[in-house]
């Protein structure tokens, strides 16, 4: 299949395109980063890399970009700044907001022109659509919350829920993605590995989580398989506490998780943006029966198995 593929060069897309090339799909990747880093996606045929700002209307007018969109058959969309890895200031706001709302109007803005558009987007969005509380379990049924990430993903799903009615569309909820070579998981693993890590703020919190490996095949399958359409809960089904994910991560280094990270520091480094782990929300889906989804990883302890060996 012919892919556009944005937001695809970060965290999840380092494992997500070898991934698709594999599977023998032609991709072309939208993306910011500079010339020299496209150049090591560029270097495999199966790949075109397009460097711009897919934020910005006037970089879609391009003869490159708009032949690329006249020929792919699916897109999928991961565009987005990280979300807590600064302080949330309020120009950070405007860039995490902006990165995922701006690059999907363009997106769904030029699918529309298309007189033949794609068969298929699949567009992320974050779990962080429901809101946090400390008992609620929330499912793809659940209702948004009001915090600042609960608007910000009902606002992106509203945009993309715009795209051309002969375009099949799955939205996918993300939770906490697991792998060593980044992410949360990737911040932690020195810690730990050094004898100091433990829970954060109270360990009470849930963890929604998702093995990347699990990520990645979620997202293929949802591109060749018809039945997939809508929202999905890109989470594993076995949600864990924080302190028990700490216990099970110092067990499987073997090493003490005893030290914890109070919340007030965590809030001194992240502002806003330490709410993202200090409350946490218990996700699962229930979609994935029945779309005879099966994963890798389906607990806490097969994921840090299949990370650490």
């Known amino acids: 299949m012919k892919l556009l593929l944005t937001g695809c060069t970060g965290f999840i897309g380092k494992e997500l395109i070898p991934l698709l090339i594999k599977e023998g799909h032609s991709l072309t990747v939208i993306s910011r980063q500079s010339k020299e880093k496209l150049k090591d996606l560029g270097s495999n045929q199966s790949i075109n ?8 209307s006037a970089y879609w007018n391009q003869e490159v970009v708009q032949n690329s969109l006249k020929n792919c058959e699916g897109i999928i969309n991961l565009a987005g700044e990280p979300i807590a890895e600064k302080r949330w200031t309020e120009d950070h706001c405007k860039e995490i907001t902006n990165s995922r709302l701006e690059t999907t109007k363009n997106l769904i803005e030029n699918l529309r022109n298309l007189k033949k558009p794609p068969k298929v987007l699949i567009n992320a969005s974050a779990i962080g659509f429901y809101g946090s ?3 609620t379990e929330f ?3 659940s209702l948004p919350g009001n915090d600042f990430l ?3 993903c009902k606002r992106w799903e509203t ?3 715009n795209k051309p009615r002969a375009t099949r569309l799955v939205v996918v ?3 906490i993605v697991l792998a060593k070579d980044g992410g949360a998981l990737g911040k932690m693993l020195p810690i730990f590995r050094a004898g100091l890590g433990g829970p954060i703020g109270d360990g009470k919190q849930w963890m929604s989580w998702i093995y990347r490996t699990d990520l990645c095949n979620l997202i293929i399958e949802s591109l060749k398989n018809s039945s997939w359409s809508g929202v999905v809960n890109g989470v594993a089904p076995n949600p864990v506490r924080m302190y028990e994910f700490s216990s099970s991560l110092g067990k499987a280094l073997g090493r ?3 030290l914890s990270v109070p919340g007030p520091i965590l809030k001194l480094i992240l502002g806003d943006g330490a709410r993202v782990v200090l409350e946490g929300q218990n996700v699962k889906s229930q979609r994935f029966n029945k779309l005879k989804f099966k994963f890798s990883s389906p607990t ?3 994921a840090l198995k299949a990370v650490l060996t």
């Open 139 to 141: 499912t793809e049924e």
């Open 300 to 302: 806490i302890e097969d």
């Open 133 to 135: 509380h400390p008992q």
């Open 49 to 56: 890399a397009i460097q711009m700002n897919p934020a910005e």
């Open 256 to 258: 003490p998780s005893l």
């Open 159 to 161: 945009i993309a829920s």
């Open 173 to 175: 909820r993300i939770g």
């Open 150 to 152: 609960a608007s910000l």
